[in-house]
């Protein structure tokens, strides 16, 4: 398999660039409108969104596609990409340069390989993770092509963790943390695998949104716990995501879980449901 993951790569490294580059033009120039679920889409979410999916047709016609914009239902396929065009619409319509494009390449319902583009910021990820599939890849995580790892280092207030909007209830404890909070799902997951912070709590991301940084951080040495059972992988094949929330929690390492789940009970239960 090794010609298919450089062709995946390739391909994922020449889409998120060409796409960027002209996000690029169109950072903090466009108003965003309120959709349904109470998220927020401009006409470059769209354009991006669309190329993506007339990309993968014509690239891997056989492969499945779940985007943030458009389709929302798992194919039934093995192969499946999941694309959010713009993690992080708001910070990108407001002039805040932390915003990327997200891609997610599952196998039968699992995410095993992960791209992360942040062009403002130059700033590109990869990784692969085939753990619990019969797949052969290559190893490891990645940031612009260099080795990234989680931390060893256990908490303290030297170290950061990050919370999402919907989880500032647990500020109310005491946190063994300095708190960060960006507004991009995907960003804060990969802060855990690259050594940056030591986990993030995200109280209702789409799969989109998690979809790409997972196999990075799994990749890493990092670890993610699902707050619902319902909600894992492997994802379940003709089931609309669109509505569908994965509350989690992603750690450096497996031994700070005891450490950091007990704050998640601190979230309001109304917030697991919520739309993101």
Not at 53 to 63: E, G, N, S, V
Not at 150 to 173: A, E, G, K, W, Y
């Amino acid at each position: 398999m090794i010609y298919f993951w450089q062709e995946v790569y390739n391909f994922c490294r020449q889409i998120t660039h060409r796409i960027g580059e002209k996000l690029l033009e169109d950072f903090a120039k466009l108003e965003a409108t309120r959709k349904s679920d109470g998220s927020l889409v401009t006409e470059a979410d769209k354009w991006a969104d669309s190329e993506f999916r007339k990309a993968i047709r014509q690239c891997f016609p056989t492969h499945g596609i779940l985007t943030e914009e458009t389709e929302h239902i798992l194919p039934y396929t093995d192969w499946c990409w999941v694309i959010d065009p713009i993690d992080g619409t708001t910070n990108f319509t407001r002039g805040i340069p932390i915003w990327g494009i997200s891609i997610g390449l599952l196998y039968q319902g699992i995410p095993v390989f992960g791209f992360v583009h942040f062009p403002q910021i130059q700033q590109t990820y990869h990784g692969y993770f085939c753990e619990n599939t019969h797949l052969s890849s290559p190893k490891g995580a990645y940031l612009n092509n260099t080795r990234i790892y989680t931390s060893h280092d256990q908490p303290s207030f030297n170290h950061v963790f990050m919370l999402c909007n919907r989880s500032l209830d647990i500020l109310q404890h005491n946190l063994p943390c300095k708190i960060r909070i960006t507004g991009v799902t995907s960003y804060d997951i990969i802060s855990v695998a690259c050594g940056a912070t030591l986990g993030v709590i995200e109280a209702s991301p789409k799969i989109w949104d998690i979809a790409g940084a997972y196999p990075i951080l799994r990749a890493a040495g990092g670890n993610l716990v699902h707050l619902e059972q319902k909600v894992s992988f492997p994802l379940t094949k003709g089931l609309d995501y669109g509505e569908v929330s994965f509350p989690c929690l992603a750690v450096a390492r497996d031994n700070l879980i005891p450490i950091f789940q007990p704050f998640t009970e601190f979230i309001n239960k109304k917030e697991l449901i919520t739309h993101n």
